[in-house]
């Protein structure tokens, strides 16, 4: 049975930092891509970042780019987004997921991924 739970939301001022981990069990964490996706209140999942099972390719959505990181430790199933500079609008919950493709697109459009997580809430204050 596939299990994924992610970790670290919490509430944080505006221009501050938090970092999430997503950790994965009941399947083979290294031949999966991970991807960190969120929802907003009202509006649809969207793409956040994900990262290839050797981590040499990466995605970021436009909104995000220079301020998050995706990272992940296969020996530890673990994957992480480091979130710097954080802004109101990213106020959301945060919901980790896993793909055994790599695409920019699916990772966009939040389709292609099997297994994922509960969520995490992410509340940013202005």
């Known amino acids: 049975q596939v299990q994924v739970v992610e970790s670290g939301g919490d509430l944080v001022q505006a221009g501050g930092s938090l970092s999430l981990s997503c950790t994965a069990s009941?399947?083979?964490?290294?031949?999966?891509?991970m991807g960190w996706f969120r929802q907003a209140s009202g509006k649809e999942r969207e793409g956040v970042s994900c990262?290839?099972?050797?981590?040499?390719?990466?995605y970021y959505a436009d909104s995000v780019k220079g301020r998050f990181t995706i990272s992940r430790d296969n020996a530890k199933n673990t994957l992480y987004l480091q979130m710097n500079s954080l802004k109101p609008e990213d106020t959301a919950m945060y919901y980790c997921?896993?793909?055994?493709?790599?695409?920019?697109?699916?990772?966009?459009?939040?389709?292609?991924?099997?297994?994922w997580g509960q969520g995490t809430q992410v509340t940013v204050s202005s």
């Open positions: 997921a896993a793909s055994p493709y790599f695409s920019s697109a699916y990772c966009r459009s939040a389709r292609g991924f099997d297994y």
């Open positions: 990262i290839s099972w050797s981590g040499d390719d990466t």
């Open positions: 009941g399947l083979t964490f290294a031949d999966y891509t």
